[in-house]
């Protein structure tokens, strides 16, 4: 009797222990389903796939992996860039997948796994606007998305650029495309898909310099360790397997729409 | 995990800025395109009510299809879709110029002044028929009557529903991010992004937005007070 008396407290406290430990990853789990954010309408990351109308991408498969690494079902939903953060704080999503770059300031807001794709941020123009320099953007209009880091990245490069902020990359796109911006400035690979979708890409060149480093992670809410934990092993399980470069290769390899040299590898810590 | 609320980023400094600078663009479109929407509104009103078919046909189908498409399609129509009929040139100067401005300020003109133009047009069949026989009977024209005897009487009685309206386009104002105007829910939207204080700017931007609408009623009741002053009943 008076060993139950001892082992009573004992057993309570790891039942505590295990409810302590039920966090999101126990959650999707049991669920059997991961909800991730993606983007629908920037290729080759995400968008939705002309013939099946599904959305597919270079996120999306990244996002595919993870799941079958957690051994559950994959839920993309679209996100925006605005509405992403918010929308991954609120628990209507599990992960963020969708050309997230890491930067100080989201750190303070969610946690982000290691990078999976590095790009940088770049800047279009119409070979008929006549600008060589970035810096030539002095006092010109240049389109970009809002509340993205490219926005607040120019206007720290160029102080007296004059930025209008669209909701989405194929507005941005428009605007310069009909003349209203003489210049657009986001991720590279997205103004390279953008360009190459246009009806003569031939009209417009990427500006040489990148004006910021920008590393993709994947957005996770803060404190759910066990999950950032869960998704950076997988991560690496990915890249030392070969399948990280083969999901780069079938999006950005020679044979895809916008050919660009892997640079970087999956790695711990980075 | 939400930190405590802390309004102070929106007293001074760069988000304040931002946020002031939004609302006065958000007052400049407004006005502008409530002056615009009131004129136009009214001109629309008297060609809806013609005797003749051919005017009362045109406003008819404008009104119609105004009213009856959204306001941000429109607004998309204007900034994206309607330039490219223009000749280069033209472009070329329009777009130099704050071309998101004219293009929010046009469609929202253009929206509101058919709402505008059914409130006057039911303004006016409020006022006897015998009003338009007498002043048609002293020899005006149709034109005449309507400036000088039914508008007056009816644009008295008609403060409520502009009012309405007023305010409606003050809200509809709002849209105009979608087409890269940097008004006060553009802005709010910004400072959103970059300080992640979403319940703060939101509230900030509700707090405007109220302000603004009571301040417009609040007018139109003085306007009314005083214009009634001298009424007997």
């Known amino acids: 009797m008076r060993r139950l008396a001892t082992l009573l407290p004992a057993l309570a406290l790891a039942f505590a222990a295990l409810g302590a430990r039920a966090d999101l990853l126990a959650d999707i789990r049991s669920r059997g389903e991961i909800v991730v954010g993606v983007k629908d309408s920037v290729p080759p990351f995400g968008f939705i796939e002309e013939g099946s109308r599904r959305v597919v991408g270079y996120d999306i498969d990244f996002a595919a992996a993870i799941a079958r690494g957690l051994g559950v079902r994959l839920r993309a939903v679209p996100v925006t860039t605005a509405t992403r953060i918010p929308e991954l704080q609120q628990g209507k999503i599990d992960l963020i997948v969708a050309t997230m770059t890491r930067t100080a300031q989201r750190e303070e807001q969610i946690d982000f796994s290691f990078r999976y794709f590095v790009t940088g941020q770049k800047v279009l123009v119409k070979k008929s606007a006549r600008i060589a320099k970035v810096e030539q953007l002095s006092g010109r209009k240049v389109s970009s998305v809002r509340g993205s880091t490219s926005e607040q990245n120019i206007r720290a490069a160029v102080p007296a650029v004059q930025v209008v902020a669209f909701s989405d990359y194929p507005a941005a796109f428009l605007a310069l495309s009909q003349g209203k911006v003489q210049a657009m400035t986001t991720d590279e690979t997205i103004l390279l898909a953008l360009q190459l979708k246009a009806s003569s890409p031939s009209d417009y060149v990427l500006l040489d310099g990148y004006i910021s480093e920008e590393p993709y992670g994947i957005g996770i809410r803060k404190g759910e360790t066990a999950l950032r934990d869960a998704v950076n092993r997988i991560l690496l399980d990915l890249e030392k397997s070969g399948e990280a470069k083969k999901i780069y290769e079938t999006w950005f390899g020679p044979k895809s729409q916008l050919p660009l040299k892997r640079s970087f590898r999956i790695e711990s810590g980075k | ?233």
């Open chain 2, 1 to 233: 995990m939400s930190k405590p609320l802390d309004f102070a980023f929106l007293l001074s400094g760069q988000y304040h800025d931002a946020l002031v600078a939004g609302l006065v663009t958000t007052l400049e479109l407004s006005g502008l395109a409530l002056a615009a929407a009131l004129a136009l509104g009214v001109i629309v009103a008297v060609l809806r009510l013609a005797p003749a078919a051919p005017p009362r046909w045109i406003a008819a189908v404008y009104i119609e299809f105004v009213r009856n498409t959204p306001l941000l399609v429109q607004l998309l129509f204007w900034y994206f879709g309607a330039p490219q009929l223009l000749p280069q040139p033209v472009l070329d100067w329009l777009y130099a110029r704050n071309f998101e401005f004219a293009a929010a300020f046009v469609g929202l003109a253009l929206y509101t002044a058919a709402f505008i133009a059914e409130d006057i047009r039911s303004g006016v069949r409020a006022i006897p028929r015998t009003q338009m026989e007498a002043a048609r009977a002293c020899g005006m024209h149709y034109l005449q009557a309507m400036r000088l005897v039914i508008l007056p009487q009816a644009l008295r009685a008609m403060v409520p529903p502009l009012v309405n309206q007023a305010l409606n386009l003050v809200k509809n104002s709002s849209l105009a991010m979608a087409i890269g105007v940097a008004e006060l829910m553009y802005q709010t939207r910004e400072v959103e992004s970059y300080t992640f204080r979403s319940f703060e700017a939101f509230a900030a931007a509700t707090t405007l937005y109220l302000l603004l609408s009571l301040a417009i009623t609040a007018g139109a009741a003085a306007y009314e007070w005083r214009a009634t002053k001298h009424r007997v009943a």
